[in-house]
């Protein structure tokens, strides 16, 4: 057997693999492996706006390389940023589009939506009722909702709401490894809203992501 068809052998092997693990990595909304007319696996991958395209193909060719032994060609991996958004652009940072909160006899739950050139993200979480759980599950919802973009080790530690001379602040603070994220919002709708928004705020400072 030659080079080139062994090489095309252990493609044809690990192709299913090598699209579950390229889908798996942050912020990849989808992921397509073929084999070309030469035996080279291409790669199709489709990401949220917040990830660079010529990172995410170097991880792909890094993974199929260390994890499955494939060469994969860098001409052959071709990223999409969702949303339409130009390859080589710095995309803003998400908005909250919209919150939705629910409160039965035990239980307070939270929806919100996250917007980015038409991609969505929705983070949902859920807490008994009492105000102070409530600030926090608002927070956490947001964080859940960008959890497939950022360290998993980023959690809510501790929501604040400050009266600011004739106005109202929504101060959030995020835990992230050893690090501490703080982010803060006027209150301008209404607390969850704002303290939506403050999570935002605090996490955008993370959300162009490197492999």
Not at 38 to 45: D, F, K, N, Q
Not at 72 to 85: E, H
Not at 157 to 175: I, K, M, P, Y
């Amino acid at each position: 057997m030659s080079e080139e068809a062994r090489l095309g052998s252990v493609a044809a092997a690990h192709t299913a693999e090598l699209e579950q693990a390229v889908a798996s990595l942050r912020g990849v909304r989808g992921a397509r492996v073929e084999l070309g007319s030469s035996g080279a696996p291409e790669v199709r991958v489709l990401v949220v706006p917040e990830r660079d395209p010529a990172d995410v193909a170097a991880e792909v060719v890094r993974i199929a390389a260390e994890r499955f032994g494939v060469d994969v060609p860098a001409a052959g991996v071709k990223v999409l940023r969702s949303g339409g958004v130009d390859p080589g652009a710095v995309p803003p940072r998400r908005r909250l589009s919209s919150i939705a909160t629910r409160r039965s006899s035990d239980e307070f739950m939270v929806r919100v939506t996250l917007e980015l050139h038409g991609d969505v993200l929705v983070g949902e979480a859920g807490a008994p009722c009492g105000l102070r759980h409530e600030h926090r599950t608002v927070a956490r919802a947001v964080v859940n909702g960008l959890r497939s973009l950022l360290q998993p080790s980023i959690d809510v530690d501790a929501v604040s709401l400050v009266a600011l001379g004739d106005v109202r602040l929504a101060v959030v603070s995020l835990l992230a490894g050893a690090d501490t994220l703080v982010g803060s919002a006027l209150v301008r709708v209404d607390d969850n809203d704002a303290i939506a928004r403050a999570t935002l705020d605090a996490l955008n400072r993370t959300m162009t992501l490197s492999p």
